[in-house]
């Protein structure tokens, strides 16, 4: 998906332009099911503590991030969200995961497939094959799965930047880590009804509103 490119002096409000056709992009692409938009509320209400605990033990914020937010995240887009053709915006899901700015289903199973694969390496060799201190007891364990989740995240993300500057530009790849880092606040104003919504019987959201930003 490229972002149209604004030819003008005010980069800040370019930046705040491609953020939200960004934003809205993903709303209206992959986050159909109300069930998705709710764990996405929850979700993001996890990730703030999880920022919180960043400043105070940062394994342990990696620790709340995967096995809380990105789980409870991640679980709404594999489970809940409708595949096939999307009538809404009339686009097959092929082409959806084409233009996925961010991670589509395939690079999430890959992320989501090494982020399990962690504990097992460090249960079975505790030491990384010499290059950390093994740990002497579970707690020290679950230092070092924290520790190097966090490191997965921080790798993850400037991987993806890395992809989005090689096959377009810098610019978009910095726009959607600003937006991923950013998305807990934004999840919170977007989808605090959707519980509601859920309990009404409502299972897809209807986006009588969707159309693309002018």
Known sequence: MHF????????VKDFLHELRTLRWDDHRFYHQSRINQSLHFISAISFLVAYAL???????????????SMAT???GHF???PRGFDTVNQVTD????????????HRKTLLLAIWMLVPAVLWVWPSVFGLIA????????????????LALAVTGLLFRVLQLWRQDRLRTGLIW?????????HDIVLYHKAPLHLLRGELLDPMPHVRHPS
Not at 137 to 147: A, E, K, P, Q, R
Not at 177 to 185: A, E, N, Q, V
């Open 79 to 81: 489970f809940f969200e």
């Open 54 to 68: 960043l400043f105070i033990d940062p394994p342990m914020a990696a620790i709340v991030g995967w096995c809380f």
């Open 134 to 149: 093994p740990a002497e007891d579970f707690s020290g364990f679950l230092h070092d799965v924290g520790t190097a989740w």
């Open 94 to 105: 092929e082409y959806k995961e084409q233009v996925k700015v961010g991670y589509n289903m």
């Open 177 to 185: 880590l600003f937006k991923i880092l950013t998305d807990p606040f």
């Open 4 to 11: 149209p490119i604004h030819h003008t002096e005010e980069p």
């Open 73 to 75: 995240r991640q679980s």
